[in-house]
């Protein structure tokens, strides 16, 4: 394992420790490494809304966190500038939904990522993609 990687592992590991909406959610690390991530949760039924099929802020909830484990892979600390979501399938009940974020462009202020949520037959459920600024803080002092 590169020493990027060994960052962004340990970056993701401490933000999970505080990210009580990610916990909830039952998001599990799957990968990490330099700009990227990649992480499963299953849908429940508190998670769906009024038609039975997953609620639109559950599904962005589960891509954002993909996002902001990829963005702050370096260590410091980035934040969302602006995101774009488009939903072609439902989730429903016990779908085990996976979210692939991928750097697509970056410079020293700014990434691109786009993040593939499917469900467990390869269906692409959510089509994510995210705009982050980083700022000059270190998220370990």
């Known amino acids: ?3 990027k990687n060994m960052l962004a592992q340990k970056v993701v590991d401490r933000m999970m420790e ?11 690390i ?4 330099e700009g ?3 992480i ?17 802020g559950i599904t962005f909830a589960f891509a954002d966190s993909a996002f902001a484990f990829a ?7 980035t934040v969302a500038l602006d995101v774009s979501i488009s939903f072609p399938k439902s989730g429903k009940e016990g779908d085990v939904l996976t979210a692939e974020a991928k750097q697509i462009n970056k410079t020293t202020r700014t990434g691109l990522y786009l993040i593939e ?5 390869g269906d692409l459920v959510a089509l994510f ?13």
């Open 1 to 3: 394992m590169t020493d």
């Open 18 to 28: 505080v990210d009580y909406f990610s916990q909830w959610m039952g998001v599990q």
């Open 30 to 33: 799957l990968a990490t490494g």
């Open 36 to 38: 990227y991530s990649k």
């Open 40 to 56: 499963q949760m299953t849908l429940r039924k508190e998670m769906l809304n009024g038609f039975g099929i997953a609620h639109g």
């Open 71 to 77: 963005c702050n892979s370096d260590g410091k600390i």
């Open 117 to 121: 949520v499917k469900n467990q037959h």
């Open 129 to 141: 993609k995210g705009t982050c600024f980083k700022t000059e803080k270190n998220l370990f002092v």
